[in-house]
């Protein structure tokens, strides 16, 4: 259980267009999912918190405008890069709470990760 | 907590020892932490966790060793397989200020069995 899909895996654009991600989760219901960038060798850094049916709540220095964040049902967030640039390219991982009881609603499971490259 | 723009730290072992992996955290009101397991090119994958009211929680091959008082955490694993080989991330979950509800990711260990 808690199986998190993440599509696509890899996408490349051209610079100056939107890429949307999404983020399922598969046999669960996620009221509360998580985006995530990561560079290489380095740690996941959290860009913002996507709740079910209200506004994303972003990390410091995120722009919200920039990485638009869409959370429409218990099993679906997606993440928009705007008007993408070569320095939007990163890894970007989404997760998820799993909703179960006691401790365990703690535990976030995440996708396989998308990676964009921006020419 | 995050270290960005710094080289991972690594351990090599042979197939069949012992691994452990520290991580050290620096949030006193952080009360659950995961061990997370990433292999290249994928999303991270949940291993174990474990309770700031524990000091030890065992799983299959893995044990996760927490020390409040010096705010260390510390991953065993037990018989390392060449699939162990991957990047070891802690994450603490905060319950105070404006990181409440959320994870804090360590820097990552870079594990690499050799058969």
């Known amino acids: 259980g808690a199986v998190v899909s993440q599509h696509p895996s890899w996408v490349i654009c051209k610079s100056g267009t939107s890429v949307k991600i999404e983020c399922r989760s598969l046999d669960f219901q996620a009221t509360t999912m998580f985006w995530y960038r990561q560079f290489p060798k380095q740690s996941l850094m959290l860009m913002a918190t996507?709740?079910?049916?209200?506004?994303?709540?972003?990390e410091q220095g995120v722009e919200k405008d920039k990485f638009l964040i869409n959370h429409a049902s218990l099993t679906l967030s997606t993440l928009t890069v705007t008007s993408a640039h070569p320095e939007d390219s990163s890894f970007y991982i989404c997760s998820a709470r799993s909703g179960r009881a006691g401790w365990a609603k703690n535990i976030q499971y995440f996708g396989a990760g998308t990676r964009l490259s921006v020419l | 907590g995050e270290s960005v723009g710094l080289h991972l730290p690594t351990l090599s072992v042979q197939e069949g020892d012992n691994s452990i992996i520290n991580c050290a955290y620096s949030n006193s009101a952080s009360d659950y932490f995961i061990w997370y397991k990433q292999e290249s090119g994928k999303g991270p994958q949940f291993i174990i966790d474990?309770?700031?009211?524990?000091d030890k929680r065992q799983g299959q091959r893995v044990t996760v060793l927490l020390n409040k008082t010096v705010k260390h955490l510390s991953l065993q694993i037990a018989a390392t397989q060449p699939g162990d080989s991957a990047v070891y991330f802690c994450?603490?979950?905060?319950?105070?200020?404006?990181?409440?509800?959320?994870?804090?990711f360590g820097q990552g260990t870079i594990l690499t069995v050799h058969p």
């Open positions: 474990i309770r700031s009211n524990m």
């Open positions: 996507s709740n079910e049916g209200s506004k994303a709540t972003y």
């Open positions: 994450a603490e979950n905060s319950r105070s200020g404006t990181s409440y509800g959320k994870l804090t």
